[in-house]
């Protein structure tokens, strides 16, 4: 693939890295869930912001599958509709790794504000699966979420993207 200009050549992303992160981020979507805010419309989602990235980055290695999996454990634990979450993170993961490729081109908070437009339609494919069976709209406070998900991907990126900007054998003769 061609490299923008100025853009740093990555390391090979490791594999038990990326799974951590979405452990992790699974995690905290879990206390996130159960802390302070409860399940508050406004909170973002910090485990479909963690798929989108490893979707963009490593379409791969996190894909449909993945996303399918994690949402099937969100439903779970948060004892809602069996399907919602699973069904919007792998309608999020779809449309991520179709636009991976023209994503990387684009500068990181250009990024955020091309990945909007994913989290606010698997915001709305949720909402619409939990309305659909019986549940009450949480008011148009939930579209707060998807934009401080946008918000947080900067700070996403650069966090994910550390261990892979290190140089494998650093000396003062090899440039890269």
């Known amino acids: 693939m061609i ?3 100025g853009q740093q050549l990555l390391l090979p992303a490791n594999p038990f890295f990326i799974w951590m992160t979405l452990f992790a ?16 419309a406004w909170v973002p989602d910090l485990l479909a912001l963690v798929l ?13 599958g993945a996303a399918f ?5 969100m439903d779970v634990h948060q004892g809602g509709l069996l399907g919602a979450n699973a069904l919007a993170y792998t309608v999020l993961s779809f449309f991520a790794i179709t636009i991976h490729r023209r994503l990387l081109w684009f500068t990181v908070p250009s990024q ?6 994913l989290f606010v339609a ?9 309305m659909l069976a019986g549940g009450s709209f949480p008011g148009w406070v939930i579209l707060l979420a998807p934009v401080l998900q946008a918000a947080l991907w900067p700070v996403v990126s650069v966090l994910l993207l ?3 900007r290190r140089a494998p054998d ?3 003769n090899r440039p890269l």
């Open 122 to 130: 698997s915001q709305c494919i949720g909402l619409a699966a939990k």
């Open 3 to 5: 490299m923008r200009q």
């Open 25 to 40: 981020a699974f995690v905290l979507n879990m206390v996130q869930n159960m802390g302070l805010w409860g399940r508050a």
């Open 162 to 164: 550390v261990p892979q």
């Open 52 to 64: 989108v990235f490893w979707s963009v980055h490593q379409p791969l290695r996190v894909g449909i």
């Open 112 to 117: 955020a504000l091309q990945v909007l437009p």
């Open 69 to 73: 999996v994690f949402g099937l454990a």
């Open 170 to 172: 650093p000396d003062l």
